[in-house]
T-cell receptor, first 114, second 114 residues
Framework: QKEVEQNSGPLSVPEGAIASLNCTYS??????FFWYRQYSGKSPELIMF????GDKEDGRFTAQLNKASQYVSLLIRDSQPSDSATYLC??????????????FGKGTHLIIQP | DVKVTQSSRYLVKRTGEKVFLECVQD?????MFWYRQDPGLGLRLIYF???????EKGDIPEGYSVSREKKERFSLILESASTNQTSMYLC?????????????FGPGTRLTVL
């Protein structure tokens, strides 16, 4: 059974600092990795996806993937109070193609302290 | 912008009732998904569909069925609702493109079964 593990938190980070969110996955066949943000009472919204080993940057967000270690992370630079939310890591087996559902971690609750 | 809509934000039903949850997307996406989200369990895939009239079981299909008669519409059916189906239900859609199989979520339906 595919598993995606995240520390549930809460993770408390001062405003302006770097928030680091981590995720490990069990299925070595996983090829696509996604980070979603979910505010309380709202549905998940996509932040980033990554397929290749290494780093991928988008504004204040950087996703990092290490397939050998089965590890994905999300860095948020210059953290803002509006970044306070639950961050969901999601993994998909198919290499970008073929419909398949995502396997989600349970999420990390991030709190940015003003 | 991608828009995924769900027929109800809140729904209250009685045990044994047949329940229909409707989802519509307006971006001509091939793939559609139904998840449920529960505290401590995260998001779990119930069913998905990659084409009209096609359906695939997810991780927790028991007690549910689905229908996809038109490309834009994907319905989740609870044949005989039970209290353990009280949950937040999230619909998502996706298409295969340069961004991979990125899933976009609707606002969710919070179902309470009494």
């Amino acid at each position: 059974q595919k598993e995606v593990e995240q520390n549930s938190g809460p993770l408390s980070v001062p405003e302006g600092a770097i928030a680091s969110l981590n995720c490990t996955y069990s299925d070595r066949g996983s090829q696509s990795f996604f980070w979603y943000r979910q505010y309380s009472g709202k549905s998940p919204e996509l932040i980033m996806f990554i397929y290749s080993n290494g780093d991928k940057e988008d504004g204040r967000f950087t996703a990092q993937l290490n397939k050998a270690s089965q590890y994905v992370s999300l860095l948020i630079r210059d953290s803002q109070p509006s970044d306070s939310a639950t961050y969901l890591c999601a993994v998909k087996e198919a290499a970008g193609g073929g419909a398949d559902g995502l396997t989600f971690g349970k999420g990390t609750h991030l709190i940015i302290q003003p | 912008d991608v828009k995924v809509t769900q027929s109800s934000r809140y729904l209250v039903k009685r045990t044994g009732e047949k329940v229909f949850l409707e989802c519509v997307q307006d971006m001509d996406h091939e793939n559609m998904f139904w998840y449920r989200q529960d505290p401590g369990l995260g998001l779990r895939l119930i069913y998905f569909s990659y084409d009209v009239k096609m359906k695939e079981k997810g991780d927790i299909p028991e007690g549910y069925s689905v229908s996809r008669e038109k490309k834009e519409r994907f319905s989740l059916i609870l044949e005989s609702a039970s209290t353990n189906q009280t949950s937040m239900y999230l619909c998502a859609s996706s298409f295969l493109a340069g961004g991979g199989d990125t899933q976009y979520f609707g606002p969710g339906t919070r179902l309470t079964v009494l």
